[in-house]
C-alpha cells in the first residue's frame, strides 16, 4: 500500500493523488456512503470492488465532482474536484457516458481535446486508446465494446494524471477486454494513477496494486490482493463428489460459502481441515479434490457478506 493507507489509521496526505476524508452521502435514510476515509498515492492502480448499492459509484462520483460530499472532504493532488477539472488532472471514463451518433470518432475525440489547455494529439490518443482504425467511423456504427474504447479515449484526451474508469470493460468480448488492459498497463507505466470500479473480479486481480472493497457506505478492507484475501482466512476446497446435495455442503463443519454444480463442489471454509474430514465420512466416494488458499472471489464474498 505503499505505506500511505491503512484502514483505521491516520493516513498520510501529503502528495496523495486522492484523498478522501470523512466522506458521506445521505439521500434521506439512505447511507449511500457513510464515513469514508481513503488516500491514493501516485502511480498506483487500485480497484474499487463491492456489491450493488456498496457505494461505490457514489463515491466516485464526489471524486469527480458530479455529485457534492454530505460531510467530509475530497481533493485530487491537493485540488478540489472542479479545480483538477478544469486544470485536465482527471479523465473519467463512465459506463453511462453518451457518445454522438452522428460524429465520427475522430470528431468527438478532436472535440473534447478541444476544451483542454494542454490536450494530447488526436492521433497520439487513439493510438493510446488502440483504436486508430475507428477515427473514422460514427458513433451509431459502433459496438458497445468500440463505445468503451472510444469513452477511454476521450479519458485521455486531457493527459489526465489521475485516470477514473466506472466498470470499462462492460460489453467488451474477450479479445476486447486483453487489448484494452494492454493499452492500460501502458498508459500505468507512465506513473499515472488510475482508479477502477469493476464486477470483473479476476480484473482486480491481475491488474489492481491494490484493492479497496466497500460494503453499506463504508470500506471494509484496503490493500493488495493477497492482503484482502488473507483477511477472510479459510481456504477453497473443490471436490468431485457423487450424490452430493446443497443441504449436505450446507451442513458440512466450517463453511463459509459454497458452490453446487452436479457433482462438483467448491466450498470455502474457515477449516479445511474439519471440511475435508466431514466430507469423506460422509461420502467416502469423493474424488479429485484440492485444497487452495481462498480467491479474491471468496474474499469478497466472505467480507461483504454475499452469498
Known sequence: MNGIQATGMNAVVVGAAVHLSGLRKHYGDVRAVDGVDLTIAPGEVVALLG?????????????LGLTKPGAGTVTVFGKTPSEA????????????????????VGEMVAMVASLHREPVP???????????????????KLSGG?????????????????????????????????EFWR?????????????????????????????????AGATVADGSVAEVRSLAGGRTLRA??????????????????FQLRGTRIAVSSA????TLKALLAAFPGAHD???????????????????
Open 183 to 215: 493499452a492500460m498497463q501502458a498508459y500505468t507505466e507512465t506513473g499515472r494513477t488510475v482508479l477502477f470500479a469493476t464486477h470483473y473480479l479476476d480484473e482486480a486481480e491481475e491488474f489492481a496494486d491494490r484493492v479497496v472493497l466497500m460494503r
Open 85 to 104: 477539472i478544469a486544470h485536465g488532472t482527471i479523465g473519467a471514463m463512465l459506463q453511462g457516458g453518451a457518445l454522438l451518433d452522428d460524429a465520427t
Open 122 to 140: 488526436v492521433a497520439e490518443v487513439l493510438r493510446r486508446a488502440g483504436i486508430s482504425e475507428l477515427a473514422g467511423r460514427r458513433g451509431n
Open 271 to 274: 477449516d479445511s481441515d474439519r
Open 51 to 63: 456489491p450493488n448499492g456498496a457505494g461505490k459509484s457514489t463515491t466516485v462520483d464526489m471524486i
Open 146 to 178: 468500440q463505445k468503451q474504447r472510444v469513452r477511454f479515449a476521450i479519458a485521455l484526451a486531457s493527459d489526465p494524471d489521475l485516470l477514473v474508469l466506472d466498470e470499462p470493460t462492460a460489453a467488451m468480448d474477450v479479445a476486447s477486454r486483453r
Open 289 to 307: 479434490i484440492e485444497i487452495a488458499a481462498i480467491g479474491l472471489e471468496g474474499a469478497f464474498l466472505s467480507l461483504t457478506g454475499q452469498r
Open 240 to 257: 468431485v463428489v457423487p450424490g452430493i446435495t446443497e443441504a449436505a455442503v450446507a451442513n458440512l463443519p466450517a463453511v463459509t460459502d
